[in-house]
């Protein structure tokens, strides 16, 4: 008579032996992939996007290189107008040499200057100005002449206000304007100067 070397529990308890190794292999599995292959899909995620960034980089490169380019010529352009805008502002207001280049012009121009007063300086965005009322009598051609010709000096001024009188009986008018002056120019230091800028 034959009987089992195994009874049924032994069977039953190797099944389960077998199913947990089986468990444990798809478990140490799982962990490797995770450990494994997440980083280097994550590595692969990382390399695809700076490729990407690189191509649009590329394809903006002309652009950003001409962007550059631009703003550089831009700022080459806004350093050589400061530059001559320090050379016609000189550092301090110096009112008497003003009065001296405007007096050789009324009188090259016949105009008689009776009154010059400087005012009081005003602190304005990256520089100072002062006005200057301005007295005097003069042929309408002198007087026009005259403005012409203070455009025209180095020093940075500009005519605010001009009112001219006029006189039947006279060829002279009498004049009255205000003009403003500009010095100690911020960001830089100027030469003072007077002169007229020569025109070719």
């Known amino acids: 008579m034959n009987s089992p070397v195994f009874d ?5 308890f190797g099944r389960l ?10 478990v140490c599995g799982a962990a490797g992939y995770s450990r494994l ?5 994550e590595s692969i995620f990382d390399a695809v996007l700076k490729i990407d960034e690189l191509k649009a980089s590329q394809k903006n490169a002309t ?5 550059h380019q631009r703003l550089s ?3 080459e352009e806004i350093g050589a107008r ?11 207001a110096d009112a008497g040499s003003f009065l001296k280049f405007v007096s050789e ?9 009776s009154n010059f007063q400087p005012a009081t300086p005003v602190e304005g965005d990256g520089f100072t100005s002062m006005e200057v009322v301005l007295d005097g009598k003069g042929s309408f051609a002198g007087i026009c002449s ?11 001024s500009k005519v605010k206000d001009v009112s001219i009188s006029v006189d039947r009986q006279s060829d002279v008018y009498p004049m009255k304007a205000t003009i403003v002056i500009y010095f100690a120019l911020r960001g830089g230091t100027a030469t003072p100067s007077g002169q007229e800028v020569k025109r070719g």
């Open 146 to 156: 005259f403005f012409d010709r203070l455009s025209k000096i180095q020093r940075l």
């Open 8 to 12: 049924t529990e032994t069977l039953r």
């Open 73 to 75: 010529s831009r700022l």
């Open 105 to 113: 012009i009324a009188r090259d121009e016949k105009l008689g200057i």
């Open 82 to 92: 400061f530059a001559a805008l320090q050379q016609r502002v000189p550092e301090h």
């Open 37 to 41: 292959y997440t980083p280097v899909d």
């Open 17 to 26: 032996l077998h199913y947990a190794g089986i468990a444990v292999v798809l």
């Open 63 to 67: 652009a950003i290189r001409a962007e």
